[in-house]
Structures are given as structure tokens and as C-alpha cells.
Nanobody
Framework: VQLQASGGGLVQPGGSLRLSCAAS????????MGWFRQAPGKGREFVSV????????YYADSVKGRFAISRDNAKSTVYLQMSSLKPEDTAVYYC?????????????????WGQGTQVTVSS
């Protein structure tokens, strides 16, 4: 599956952005979809995940209550709605996919990755 992330940009602190990750080549209905980010000079970190099986979604503590992940299987797209953005949210955001992953959601050993989209939070 090929992933294309979009929706990044420059936003002021307190603002909002919605990232999209469109998959091509096949349906994402059996794929666990995740978002990770990498800030300058730092390692890649988990942001959020939505399992293929539905049910609970998961978030890093640093974004809990501010970000919301969702999926539209008919459009083969996963979204990350980001609100109350902070300067420390500045990073390149990557979407990732793994077929039928049902555990270790926060590990970044997903086999499929998008190209990343830059989010900059600054006044």
C-alpha cells in the first residue's frame, strides 16, 4: 500500500490543522493506521493510532485531548485533527500502516510509511 500524507503547514499557537493520509493500491479496512512525528534533532515518536478492528484509538500523552484520529475506509483515508497546537508540536508528521496489526501499536516498525508533511507552530 502506498501512503500520501498532506495537510501540514504553518499555524499559530492555539490553532488547528487537519492532516490526511490517503492510501492507494488497496483498501485500508484491514490496516492499522498510525501517525508518528519527528521534530528537528529528535527521534521519531508515536502520536496516535486507529486499529483496523475499530474500537479504541490511542494517543501519546502529549497530544491527548487535543488531537483526534479517524478513518474513512471507503475513501482509504485516515485523518488527524489537531487542535490547540503548541510550538512543541512542530515536526514532520508521518502516517504509517500495517495489515492486521493488533498489538504494539506504538512501536514504529510499521512496514508502510508516507512521505511526511511538515507542521510548524509559530507566531
Amino acid at each position: 500500500v502506498q501512503l500520501q500524507a498532506s495537510g501540514g503547514g504553518l499555524v499559530q499557537p492555539g490553532g488547528s490543522l487537519r492532516l490526511s493520509c490517503a492510501a492507494s493500491g488497496r483498501s485500508i479496512s484491514t490496516y492499522t493506521m498510525g501517525w508518528f512525528r519527528q521534530a528537528p534533532g529528535k527521534g521519531r515518536e508515536f502520536v496516535s493510532v486507529i486499529p483496523w478492528s475499530g474500537g479504541s484509538t490511542y494517543y501519546a500523552d502529549s497530544v491527548k485531548g487535543r488531537f483526534a484520529i479517524s478513518r474513512d475506509n471507503a475513501k482509504s483515508t485516515v485523518y488527524l485533527q489537531m487542535s490547540s497546537l503548541k510550538p512543541e508540536d512542530t515536526a514532520v508528521y508521518y502516517c504509517a500502516a500495517d495489515r492486521l496489526r493488533s498489538y504494539h501499536y506504538m512501536n514504529d516498525n510499521y512496514p508502510y510509511w508516507g512521505q511526511g508533511t511538515q507542521v510548524t507552530v509559530s507566531s
